[in-house]
Each structure stands twice: as C-alpha cells, then as structure tokens.
C-alpha cells in the first residue's frame, strides 16, 4: 500500500536547523511531485517547498525562502526539507505530499512536529 512516512521533526532552538525525511513506497515515486507542507495550530496547511520529478526545479514560500532546501532521491524513494535558521513562527506539523497531476493522484504522510523555542 501507498505510504509516506516523515521523521526528524523536534524541539530545537531559534536559529537551529533540522533535517525532515520523508521515505515513501508503494508508488512510482519517480513520476510524482514531491511537496512538504505545515499546518500550526489555528493555521490552514500551507506549501512550504516542491520539487518536480526530476529534481530539476523547485519551489518555495516566501517565508521559508534561504533558509529551506527541499531535495529528493528517486533511487531511495526519498524527500528531504533541510530547515535551517529555525524560528519560533516555523512551529508547526510538517507533512510531506505526493502528487501526479496528470493522473489525479495525491498522497499524504501522518506529519511530524516541528517546535522551535527557546
């Protein structure tokens, strides 16, 4: 079955960094888009970085822009979302996203926790 499992999330401090996986199986990761998005509470789900297939373009928000760096593996059936300069405002529920546009397909991983305080 389709899975999309996020892990690295935690407490760190402002200015730390941290480093989100997300290992998926289960489908073609290769043809898919990956994206990472948050949700804090109170907060709608927000799109924090994409990356297309190949690898070969990216995308980010505005409020993560220099400080974010999403990257994949297909070989590994992996994403990555390398946060540094952490903030309080980045505190949040991140999740990592599959999705093929073409064919209508958009799958989900359970999230992890992102704390930044001091």
């Known amino acids: 079955q389709v899975q999309l499992v996020e892990s690295g999330g935690g407490l760190v401090r402002p200015g730390e960094s941290l480093r989100l996986s997300c290992t998926a199986s289960?489908?073609?990761?290769?043809?898919?888009?990956m994206n990472w998005y948050r949700q804090a509470p109170g907060k709608e789900r927000e799109l924090v970085a994409q990356i297309i297939s190949t690898g070969g373009f990216t995308n980010y928000a505005d409020s993560v822009k220099g400080r974010f760096t999403i990257s994949r593996d297909n070989t590994k059936k992996m994403v990555y979302l390398q946060m540094n300069n952490l903030k309080p405002e980045d505190t949040a529920v991140y999740y990592c996203n599959a999705r093929w546009a073409t064919i209508n397909r958009n799958y989900w991983g359970q999230g992890t926790q992102v704390t930044v305080s001091s």
């Open positions: 289960g489908f073609a990761f290769s043809n898919y888009a």
